[in-house]
């Protein structure tokens, strides 16, 4: 093994593992540069902090960015497969996190886009004990996965709820009471149906405030519906909590009373035997 | 068989099955026109871009009415029931979705009425692959029909407690703070319960900022009711939807995966057999 | 029998009964004179509406009145037990629904508390087919029943929060934001916590900013607490769906799995025999 | 025993225990003053009110505080282990709601944070009779305790959200809109995806208010997550909290209130044999 691969294994297990004393640290500077880097930009964006200190701001920023391309350059080198890494959802995410500040020598204001890299941030999820939180999103998404039919009609009856009533509701306010386009309209009713309600347009007159109180118990009725959907995927999770495995196939997670295993018919030992 | 007769078979196939390729070119069309439609008197209503383009959307509009007619016309002419058509949900929705645009020459405003047309959207179901989401759709029907008593009896109570809360509210507040009559102030109390919160009226003396206190956190405990109950009515369902018996045990309620039964072992037959 | 007694009796059947004919068109009546009346006294707090037909309202609220004083008399001399009657939760609101005009004479204003009279409408649930929906209010009163130490901590725990974070505030905004005293923070902090959030007052310092952020996150978890306390209550329910009654000690609502009648030991039969 | 370590041993019962009428005397004159104190401190911020009374809200809370300051040296002194009791949770809260007084000789405004009192007031489940509270703060404990992993998951996400959709509507907003840096734009995302709407801020231009909307509905779909979570949490805990097993067949997961096991009909022992 040359030199040069053997320094490509080793950059290519602090970058990638987690696991050794050198990757956790590695991974650890990389999430302080992540957060540091977020902050300034956040920071520069703030016009008294920015004529005060826009140069310190400016400089850390090309600092982290320069650091960000090297680690880009160096994952893709060290990595196996660079086209896998390249198209992955964190090799993107990667590279958004570097160009914004490239870009803004010919493009004013796309340095902001930097913010992309809070993305970035999710990579927590390595440092800290990761599979419990791994369980968790892995979880969440399952819940959210199987829920996605029902969701979809679900926004799309908002939607259509949101484009009639806004409709209605710019017929009968009208541009004297800032409803004064359809699209505005919808705009409030969402705001309204979401319960939200910023209150920059509102309804003056009583059948206007009348229309407007049936949309908000609708909207109130409304979340119960994502509400329900998300929590019923929870519980079902929650209820098959029959921890055994089968004996013969392995399958888990059967019903709490089961006494046959639902997959292969072998039965389970409802308690350890002691 | 006629030429006429076999015509209208062919049309009747175009306009209303969703199987076959020019079903299928046919419905996409009528949602992309639906859609297109609905933009147009959307972008209508924005004074600034109705000045500019007017004649091009109103140009828009016409053509799209006129194919939604010619449709209309040809969905009776062609499908064996016409008056059945005429007085289901879609054939209401069909035809509201043409006549405003006529009723605008009579009557001005009237043309806004034609966002009535994103109902049709409704019929994206039929191309997309359906069956997943009209399951989804009947479960959610569903669950709202069954909690429909506890719905009613809960709405009730947000109605009582609001007219109550109104009152008093206008006679604490008083006029000088924006609670000029009862109904304006039942508005406020349905807009402060729903948590949507304007903000265009709110309380300015102190015992007004007290009661609304108290509201708000009924409002926020109120919420927890509708949403109990249609979580209820999911989780019903999500917990056992493998609807068949056990043919040794009669055990029902099996988990969704199951293939034998988890009370006696038996082999279920997962698939109805052909 | 005499004839004063026998009188008694009919008068007793119409108002007391929702089963005869008689009955139910005298609890009709009733309802639909509750509801003009809350119409006509929140009519009468409408400014321009009082303006042009106050008098009209005022015939028509003394009319009303008059009737549901004669009703209330009735309701005494026709019942066994009138203390019961005048005791009861129905014959209190009752009682209340009367005076507030008669001692408008002396004190102005007192009218206004005829709205009180909205409570009488819960006697819409005689006429309605009205077993299924006291079912359900009986469903709702248990859930929220068996919730109550639960949801004794959680507004211990709001309230709390909101005196704590509301000080808070009130030192880092000061009087010149909005936050003028303690209380008036606190009240803020309620709008916030339950993401009402009228924007009547609104931080403006950027710490400010910052900890109301902590405080909004905090409210939109805490609203999961009562929710989830009331549906799991309402999961109870559903989920105790084996409508078997025991053939021995009549005890239902037994497990969806139970073989054996869980308060007496009797066999249960899983299946209905055909 | 010297009379000392009588008179120590009897305080000590007096102020930790609540059975004896001494005990309960003294945590109901301790919940009283602590109340009074948050009262007085509250009131001394509102202006009009602290100009008529400053003098009497200032002895009575000197007062209280002299009388906290006895109460919490008596509670070290009779304690056996002093420095447990100073380092948990009470202790601290004990010396903190005595020392800001003190040190508002040296820094005017601290005496405000005197509402850290409020805190003490969770000694109140000690008077009551306690174990039911105890019980259901323990389920909502444990309950959030549970989906902790689940819920920094969720955060973690509302966070990231808050920043990248926060830049976005910086950039598109701009500063004439209100939206003048980007950490005051998070703190509008914040707002907004939690559906408080203050309207403090809000979106003016066509495109912002798009993105804004899609804010909300992600907001309101978001909010089904922690529910979900929370709800799943206490629903398992509500389905079966029988904790005993059935001799004969070792069935557990009976019902609440069941007295024979459902699935072999052997008795069950409702409570512990003594």
């Known amino acids: 093994m040359s030199i040069?691969?053997?320094?490509?294994?080793r950059l290519h297990d602090i970058i990638y593992e987690a696991d050794t004393p050198a990757g956790k640290g590695f991974d650890l500077i990389l999430l302080i540069?992540?957060?540091?880097?977020?902050?300034?930009?956040?920071?520069?964006?703030?016009?008294?902090?920015?004529?005060?200190?826009h140069e310190q701001l400016y400089i850390g920023e090309w600092i982290i960015t320069i650091f960000f391309s090297l680690?880009?350059?160096?994952?893709?080198?060290?990595?196996?497969?660079?086209?896998?890494?390249?198209?992955?959802f964190y090799g993107i995410i990667d590279l958004l996190s570097t160009i914004p500040l490239y870009i803004s020598f010919f493009l004013a204001g796309s340095s902001y886009l930097l913010t992309v890299r809070a993305l970035r941030l999710l990579r927590v999820f390595r440092i800290l004990k990761v599979t419990r939180y791994i369980g968790a999103s892995n979880?969440?998404?399952?819940a959210l996965l199987h829920s996605r039919p029902k969701i979809f009609v679900f926004l799309f009856a908002v939607l259509i709820i949101s484009?009639?009533?806004g409709t209605i509701m710019y017929l009968v306010e009208g541009e004297e009471n800032g409803f004064n386009s359809i699209p505005h309209s919808v705009y409030w009713c969402i705001v309204t149906l979401t319960t939200v309600g910023y209150g920059d347009i509102s309804p003056a007159t009583p059948l206007g405030q009348f229309i407007a109180s049936i949309i908000m118990i609708m909207g109130y009725g409304i979340?119960?519906?994502?509400?329900?959907i998300v929590t019923a995927e929870f519980a079902r999770d929650a209820i098959d909590i029959n921890t055994q495995s089968c004996t013969n196939c392995?399958?888990?997670?059967?019903?709490?009373?089961?006494?046959?295993?639902?997959?292969c018919g072998e039965e389970l030992n409802p308690e350890p035997l002691n």
Request: charged share 30%.
């Open 71 to 88: 680690e880009y350059i160096a994952r893709i080198l060290t990595v196996k497969k660079p086209f896998k890494y390249i198209f992955s």
């Open 139 to 142: 979880k969440l998404k399952r």
């Open 163 to 165: 484009i009639i009533a």
């Open 250 to 263: 392995n399958e888990s997670k059967h019903k709490d009373n089961a006494k046959y295993c639902h997959s």
């Open 33 to 53: 540069l992540i957060l540091l880097s977020v902050v300034f930009v956040m920071l520069e964006s703030v016009p008294r902090i920015d004529a005060r200190y």
């Open 4 to 9: 040069l691969s053997k320094w490509r294994k």
């Open 223 to 228: 979340i119960a519906v994502p509400t329900g």
